[in-house]
Nanobody
Framework: QVRLVESGGGLVQPGGSLRLSCAAS????????MRWYRQAPGKERELVAS???????DYVDAVKGRFTITRDGAKNTVYLQMNSLKPEDTAVYYC???????????????WGQGTQVTVSS
């Protein structure tokens, strides 16, 4: 059974940095696009950053220049380096991946359980 496990969240002061990790495991044939979403209290979940299997990245405007998404194919892991954090970045951050379980299987989207990021002085 596939699992996506996030780590690296926590409490940080404004202007600080955090690095989130999301490791996928369990019967994976291939990982295609991987993404980070976030959901703040009372708000809808929003896409923050994405990265294709070829390494093409995209970001929501609010984090451009501050966040960097990368991936390690050998480790089936995606990272989100977050710098110059602001209070409005406070949210639960979720990773999401498009996964194939065999060469012929369809692609499935799977979610991690989320990790809390709190930016506060």
């Amino acid at each position: 059974q596939v699992r996506l496990v996030e780590s690296g969240g926590g409490l940080v002061q404004p202007g600080g940095s955090l690095r989130l990790s999301c490791a996928a495991s369990g019967g994976i044939f291939s990982l295609n696009a991987m993404r980070w979403y976030r959901q703040a209290p009372g708000k809808e979940r929003e896409l923050v950053a994405s990265i294709t299997s070829g390494g093409t990245t995209d970001y929501v405007d609010a984090v451009k220049g501050r966040f960097t998404i990368t991936r390690d194919g050998a480790k089936n892991t995606v990272y989100l380096q977050m710098n110059s954090l602001k209070p409005e970045d406070t949210a639960v951050y979720y990773c999401n991946a498009d996964i194939k379980f065999s060469n012929r299987s369809p692609e499935y989207k799977r979610w991690g359980q989320g990790t809390q990021v709190t930016v506060s002085s």
